[in-house]
Antibody, heavy 121, light 107 residues
Framework: QVQLQESGPGLMKPLETLSLTCTVS????????WSWIRQPPGRGPEVIGF???????NSNPSLKGRVTMSLDMSKNQISLKLSSVTTADTAVYYC???????????????WGQGIPVIVSS | EIVMTQSPATLSLSPGERATLSCRAS??????LAWYQQKPGQAPRVLIY???KRATGLPARFSGSGSGAEFTLTISGLQSEDFAVYYC?????????FGQGTKVELK
């Protein structure tokens, strides 16, 4: 059974860099695409970006180049850095696997439990 | 960016009733549409992908339909565990985008 667990700080100040880690168990991170998704309070989820071990990566243009994602194969972890945070970045942050059905995307599954991040001065 | 619009925002129904949730894309997404269920304090859970394909283990009372820009999620015979928020998500264009959700609440 594949499980994901996010970790990182829960409280940030404006202009700081948010660093989150997602630890994957039950699957090698080499085997799938992995995504970061966030959900602001009371709103729908927003895709931040994805990464694959080959180096294939992309992030949401709305985040204007503030996103860096990386993989640590030795620890089976995925990392997210979001620079220059503002109050608009307050959200629950999730990591998730891009599930595949016959090479096609079949939804984000599973998800981590999520980590709430508050940006406040 | 593709905008996903869900309606209604809230659906008040009783157990056993049929729920019909709509999702409209601002442009065609083909059949690249997924539905998720989210309960309070939990991560979303994928129900449907490819517009109509059920995720593993999903009860048959859940069904998806549509293509292009208009999609429907139908829950035939609501069970108590189905009261939740439902999101549609397109993955035909980057960035992948979600709708704002439909809350199915107990009447």
């Amino acid at each position: 059974q594949v499980q994901l667990q996010e970790s990182g700080p829960g409280l940030m100040k404006p202009l700081e860099t948010l660093s989150l880690t997602c630890t994957v168990s039950g699957a090698s991170i080499r085997s799938y695409y992995w995504s970061w998704i966030r959900q602001p309070p009371g709103r729908g989820p927003e895709v931040i970006g994805f990464i694959f071990y080959s180096g294939d990566t992309n992030s949401n243009p709305s985040l204007k180049g503030r996103v860096t994602m990386s993989l640590d194969m030795s620890k089976n972890q995925i990392s997210l850095k979001l620079s220059s945070v503002t109050t608009a970045d307050t959200a629950v942050y999730y990591c998730a696997r891009d599930n595949i059905d016959s090479t096609l995307f079949a939804g984000y599954d599973p998800w981590g439990q999520g980590i709430p991040v508050i940006v406040s001065s | 960016e593709i905008v996903m619009t869900q309606s209604p925002a809230t659906l008040s129904l009783s157990p056993g009733e049929r729920a019909t949730l709509s999702c409209r894309a601002s442009q065609s997404v083909g059949s690249n549409l997924a539905w998720y269920q989210q309960k309070p304090g939990q991560a979303p859970r994928v129900l449907i992908y490819g517009a109509f394909k059920r995720a593993t283990g999903l009860p048959a009372r859940f069904s998806g339909s549509g293509s292009g820009a208009e999609f429907t999620l139908t829950i035939s015979g609501l069970q108590s565990e189905d009261f939740a928020v439902y999101y549609c998500q397109q993955y035909n264009h980057w960035p992948r985008t979600f709708g704002q959700g439909t809350k199915v609440e107990l009447k």
